[in-house]
């Protein structure tokens, strides 16, 4: 597989799956724009990737700043080809202790930050009658929720939902969209949240016995960005562990 002249922005680019996602991208050619809101944070881990890259700070959740971080991009490496829609915060709060401030906030990074980006980039992609956008969904989307609260389970469906909605409207444009839905990858947002007791329930429930590693989500994204993936549109694949089956 090869990506060689693709441009690719991947939001959450300066934590562990964001990384990962990275690395696989350079690693097959591409060109890629590290979009993250902590800017100390992401100009230090682009020192550590080799390859063509421009570290983008953005706030996602704010439509004025993703315009103007998109206008960046385009300038610095020319138009997105793949948009990896990775950026998310943690919610765990459940809905009688979920406060309308915590609501908006996770809603406005998990669903809105996306919406921002994948609007801005369409466009061009469809011009071009090529493009992906992989958005990250969760297993919390279609469970609920196992230990996650909320607004985060609500969030991730939603993010379902806009990649079905894309997806339908921009097939025909040689555009594809579609989600993966990851659970517990060994990340400090996922793992950190979890007591001991918690870890080993959750590991005797998942029957490859362990949890997922960023590089193995990484490895989904590759798929769904190559060109090998083009008949596949409006779907969600789960990288789970075998913890939910549908």
């Known amino acids: 597989m090869t990506l060689n002249g693709k441009t690719v922005v991947v939001t959450g680019a300066a934590g562990t799956m964001g990384l990962a996602v990275v690395r696989m991208m350079l690693e097959d050619g591409a060109q890629v724009a590290l979009v993250d809101i902590d800017a100390m944070r992401l100009d230090g881990v682009v020192r550590f990737v080799r390859g063509a890259t421009a570290a983008i700070p953005c706030d996602i959740s704010d439509p004025a700043a993703v315009r103007q971080a998109h206008q960046q991009v385009e300038k610095v490496l020319g138009p997105v080809d793949i948009l990896v829609n990775n950026a998310g915060i943690l919610s765990n709060e ?23 980006w994948s609007r801005a980039v369409l466009p061009s992609m469809k011009q071009r009658k ?61 793992t950190e949240q979890l007591n001991e007791q918690q870890r080993r329930l959750l590991l005797a429930q998942i029957p490859v016995g362990r949890f997922c590693e960023p590089e193995e989500f990484a490895h989904a994204v590759r798929f769904l960005a190559s060109p090998l993936a083009g008949f596949i549109t409006g779907e969600v694949i789960d990288v789970n562990g075998g913890l939910h089956m549908d």
């Open 130 to 190: 090529w493009g992906r956008i992989i958005n990250v969904s969760s297993l919390a989307a279609k469970t609920g929720g196992l230990t996650a609260g909320t607004a985060y389970s609500t969030s991730k469906g939603a993010i379902t939902s806009l990649t079905y909605s894309l997806a339908r409207e921009s097939a025909s444009f040689g555009v594809t969209v579609n989600a993966i839905a990851p659970a517990y990858v060994k990340t400090p947002m996922v």
């Open 94 to 116: 459940k809905v009688e202790t979920t406060s309308d401030a915590e609501w908006r906030r996770v809603m406005s990074v998990n669903l809105d930050g996306a919406f921002h």
